[in-house]
């Protein structure tokens, strides 16, 4: 997305918007059926308030009051954009009147790159030229018949396990094979004790799991192999 002009006014209050501003929030199915399940297990006042993310009016205020526990839903309830890569002047002493910005966009299902470029506008103003650069289109909807069997998976290998549908908000191998036709189930049980955090070893400098949550996963992939006739 070239930046002409005043370049770096313009780059400044480019990625000062993105950063803190949120782009609209979408309900889509997949995550309605997510936060309803979730919300049903919470049970009480503290599920009927959670259950409440999926109404529009109060999602925001909803993700405000869980505070860090809420950031992994951001990404579920909105389409996303990260500056990623950036591109200007060749020497120091030259400003440069142009400057790239590339930026990583990820999307709801069911939503286009017509869709992300309308709200950035709307963000942003017209002050930079936005382009679409690629653009690797996911399955519209996914293909659950699967998914009473890995819940019965979970249940008989953890009596208090709550097997729920999830959205992921980062991208897999999976959007290949459903170019093939080939529905891709992220089933990779764990079992962790109540105090590992999880989310914070994902591609970091310590990024390990109990061996104990191996062997969970293991045994519970088994047992599909040994259920699943195809």
């Not at 000062?16 to 309803?36: A, C, G, S, W, Y």
């Not at 189930?185 to 994902?202: E, T, V």
Request: proline share 7%.
């Amino acid at each position: 997305m070239p930046v002409r002009g005043e370049a770096m006014a313009k780059l400044a209050r480019f990625l000062k918007n993105i950063d803190e501003k949120r782009l609209p929030i979408h309900i889509t199915p997949v995550t309605k059926q997510m936060f309803k399940d979730i919300a049903s297990a919470i049970g009480g006042l503290k599920g009927l308030v959670f259950s409440q993310i999926v109404n529009p009016i109060f999602s925001n205020l909803i993700l405000k009051l869980l505070g860090k526990k809420g950031e992994i839903y951001q990404p579920l309830l909105r389409n996303t954009v990260s500056a990623t890569i950036l591109r200007g002047g060749d020497a120091i002493n030259v400003i440069p009147n142009e400057i790239s910005v590339k930026t990583d966009g990820r999307l709801l299902p069911g939503f286009g790159p017509e869709n992300l470029l309308s709200e950035l506008v709307d963000l942003i103003g017209d002050e930079v030229k936005l382009e679409v650069i690629r653009f690797d289109r996911g399955p519209l909807a996914p293909d659950m018949e699967l998914f009473d069997i890995l819940a019965d998976i979970l249940r008989d290998a953890d009596s208090e396990a709550i097997p729920v549908p999830l959205l992921l908000s980062s991208a897999t191998d999976a959007q290949s094979f459903s170019k093939l036709g080939i529905q891709t189930y992220g089933f990779l049980p764990m079992k962790f004790p109540a105090d590992f955090n999880f989310s914070a070893k994902i591609h970091g400098a310590d990024e390990r799991i109990p061996v104990e949550a191996l062997d969970f996963g293991a045994n519970a992939i088994y047992r599909l192999m040994s259920r699943y006739k195809g």
